[in-house]
């Protein structure tokens, strides 16, 4: 055989070889093998973080699996400096109003919404099964608003149902508190009114946006005056978003979290 064909298959073998042990190290669930997660589980990674996302509309410029794509990626952050931890799939269908009629976000296609009961039982299946399984520390993070009351809700009606057991939900307020409301304070630092910041597909969303995955947001899209921008869905003005001030939010928002989650682990021992 060729030296230049030999070379080739050794150097193919030996990428394949990384590429399963880097999916076998893997922080999440989706990447491992249920013997895997046996192991990791008996290893003491008895943690597991419950990702709550969202499909919904961000305007023109964002696509509709911002949610669902930011909360994967900052989870598996907070698991690897928690250590730990593994990371659930993504929960992408939650509630966002009213169908038919629609409302809200509702109105603009590609939103997805659910019932909330349907969304609290599909919330608690996960928790039991997860609990099931050995884990002992089962973590609640959303990336949108309009859900968190509901997290907090399906964690203290589990937490009183397993009061006897060592198994606990944790609802992490703080991971959308750190989004909403420090990652806005730092942005006012640099200067940044609450006008362009906004709340919904502003400087601060679009900016997260673009530091975790910028793939998924249009540039040319973005509308030049603020009257455009809320018809079509934005409450602020994405116009001076950047990578780098999104690596603000997410740096505040992982070491919040972290922070949070283990201040809950030490509250319950």
């Known amino acids: 055989m060729p030296r230049a064909i030999v ?11 990384q590429s399963v042990w880097a999916r076998a190290d893997s922080v999440f669930l989706d990447d491992l093998t249920w013997t895997e997660v046996r192991d990791d589980v ?46 659930a799939p993504v929960l992408a269908y939650v509630p966002e109003g009213p ?22 039982s599909l919330l608690e299946g996960a928790a039991r099964s997860f609990r099931q399984h050995g884990f002992v520390d089962i973590v609640l993070i959303g990336d ?9 809700t399906v964690a203290t009606r589990l937490n009183h149902e397993w009061a006897a057991t060592s198994a606990r939900v944790h609802f992490i307020g703080d991971y959308y508190k750190a989004a909403e409301v420090d ?38 899209a973005i509308a030049s005056d603020a009257r ?5 869905g934005v ?8 990578a780098a001030l999104g690596q603000l939010g997410v740096d505040l928002i992982v070491s919040r979290t972290v922070t949070a989650i283990r201040a809950a682990q030490s509250a319950r021992r």
């Open 42 to 87: 008996h290893a003491g990674k008895t943690t597991i973080i419950i990702p709550v996302g969202g499909t919904e509309q961000s305007g023109p410029h964002m696509a509709l699996g911002k949610h669902n794509v930011r909360v994967k990626a900052l989870a598996g952050k907070i698991a690897a400096s928690l250590g730990n931890a593994l990371v």
């Open 7 to 17: 070379a080739a298959c050794s150097l193919w073998f030996v990428l394949s070889a």
């Open 99 to 120: 169908i038919a009629p629609p409302a809200g976000h509702m109105r603009f296609p590609g939103t997805i919404s659910v019932p909330d009961d349907a969304f609290r």
């Open 228 to 232: 455009d921008a809320k018809a079509a």
């Open 235 to 242: 409450t602020g003005d994405p116009r001076g978003s950047s």
């Open 144 to 152: 949108h608003g309009g859900y968190q009351a509901q997290l907090k």
């Open 183 to 220: 990652y806005d304070q730092a942005l006012r630092a640099k200067g940044f009114t609450d006008a362009q910041i906004g709340i919904h597909a502003g400087l601060a969303d679009t900016s997260l946006m673009m530091a975790i995955d910028a793939s998924l947001v249009r540039p040319n």
